[in-house]
């Protein structure tokens, strides 16, 4: 059964240099970037708040993937983890040479960054289509309590992380088979966890990167991770199950604690893993929230029974939303490969830089040997479409190379990249896929990116 939808006027509410889809570290780098370069930003976002990944979902640790030997990104997404030391919404990150976010207090943030670049906020706007000219995108529809409303923009950024705009539009996309996806994950903490007894056990029994194999998941490294420490936890979940505290078929619970406060708070736990969700399928999201918060009390209950320091403990939040890893890619100029980020791939169109760090569809390779590869421009060009770009973990690439680039700080590398060429493309009237790239390069380096 189909309902027709009668034809209506929409009132055009906003008119912009640069539009900006989705505020994630992508979208937010991207916001930066373009404001910074000079043209009228606007930044929408379907939640109360900036931050995506890091606010929305709650994951707090932005570089754990850090260490001495680490070349690592610059540019706006390490701005992102200063000023949130600076302004008291970070905790030194436990496994790395890093600051773990606080997701409530990176919001705080957010805002302040917003306003001082003069970014246009639009939050609770949901994008809804893109408005096209032939194959132009031209500005997008959004549905909110006020109704639907557009937006008109000379240059949009498709920062959604499912590539909506693009898809909509008409872009070439791929979508990874659901059976194929990474799981998904809803993050939450806890609170009234006795510190000192917590980490004292932790130290009695310290576990390693070696420990996240088991017979649920394989995991390829390069060998060096193997005798790393890691915060991980199976041990708690084992004995909950043995004992039949939870679920005996429930196998799948097991990960990693971020960070621990002297006030009792554990943070971003990321220990429920829901395979086969599907984060463009409102069903998949809806029945997999239910069943992750499920877990997640599950777990709960494993650790105040079997982990020391979590005796007296109980759930404090969870994120406003499951953590989604993987879902929709464009087809882009150019999509990276394996070999990109697993043998230091270099471009002569290089947006940015970021280490040879790989976490995904069972790899864990860590950046500890000052190995890096560069990001090129061409990876965020959709094929199919004019006047967009695509920032975050939807930007052109194979099953590797997400497993690298869909990491935060990596999102803010394609951000601030995508944001400064659209700013540069309404500033000297070049069509983006045509863009100076000397003109990309030399407002980046302005702006503190390292390129090369």
């Known amino acids: 059964m189909r309902i027709k939808e009668p034809g209506r006027d929409i009132d055009v509410v906003h008119d912009t240099d640069v539009l900006v889809v989705g505020s994630g570290p992508g979208g937010l780098a991207a916001a930066l970037g373009a404001a910074r370069a000079g043209v009228a930003v606007t930044l929408l976002e379907r939640f109360g708040c900036f931050g995506g990944n890091i606010t929305a979902v709650g994951v707090e640790g932005f570089a754990w993937y850090r260490h001495e030997q680490t070349v690592d990104t610059e540019g706006v997404g390490v701005e992102f983890e200063s000023r949130a030391r600076s302004m008291g919404a970070a905790t030194p990150e436990p496994q790395s040479d890093s600051h773990a976010i606080d997701a409530e207090g990176f919001k705080c943030v957010a805002d302040v960054m917003v306003e001082e670049a003069g970014i246009v906020p639009m939050l609770h706007r949901l994008f809804v289509a893109p408005l096209m000219e032939g194959n132009q995108v031209k500005g997008v529809i959004t549905e909110s309590k006020a109704g639907r409303e557009a937006i008109l923009a000379k240059r949009v950024i498709d920062a959604t992380g499912d590539a909506d705009v693009a898809y909509r539009a008409g872009a070439r996309t791929h979508k990874t088979p659901k059976e194929k996806m990474m799981a998904a994950s809803v993050m939450f903490s806890m609170t009234g966890v006795d510190k000192k007894k917590f980490i004292a056990h932790v130290k009695a029994d310290p576990q390693t990167y070696a420990d996240w194999e088991s017979n649920e998941w394989s995991v390829e490294t390069s060998g060096k991770e193997d005798a790393m420490f890691s915060p991980f936890l199976r041990k708690p979940f084992e004995l909950a199950r043995q004992d039949g505290l939870i679920p005996a078929d429930l196998d799948t619970i097991a990960g990693t604690w971020g960070a621990i406060y002297d006030t009792g708070d554990l943070t971003y736990l990321n220990l429920v893993h829901l395979a086969g969700c599907d984060g463009t399928d409102p069903d998949d999201l809806t029945r997999f929230e239910m069943e992750g918060r499920k877990q997640a009390m599950h777990a709960v209950a494993a650790m105040r029974a079997y982990n020391p320091g979590c005796e007296n403990a109980r759930l404090r939040n969870f994120g406003m939303t499951l953590g989604i890893r993987d879902t929709r890619k464009i087809d882009a100029v150019y999509n990276m490969t394996a070999h990109d980020v697993r043998e230091q791939g270099r471009f002569d169109d290089s947006i940015g830089i970021f280490p040879e760090f790989i976490d995904g569809y069972g790899i ?59 700013a540069m493309s309404v500033k000297y009237r070049q069509p983006l896929r045509d863009l100076d790239v000397a003109l990309l390069q030399a407002e980046l380096l302005r702006q503190g990116v390292r390129l090369h």
């Open 364 to 422: 864990l390779i860590l950046p500890t040997t000052g190995r890096y590869f560069q990001v090129p421009y061409r990876t965020t060009i959709p094929q199919g479409v004019e006047n967009l770009l695509v920032a975050g973990r939807a930007t052109g690439g194979d099953r590797d190379s997400h497993a690298a680039t869909r990491n935060m700080m990596c999102c803010t590398v394609t951000g601030q990249g995508a944001g400064v060429a659209a």
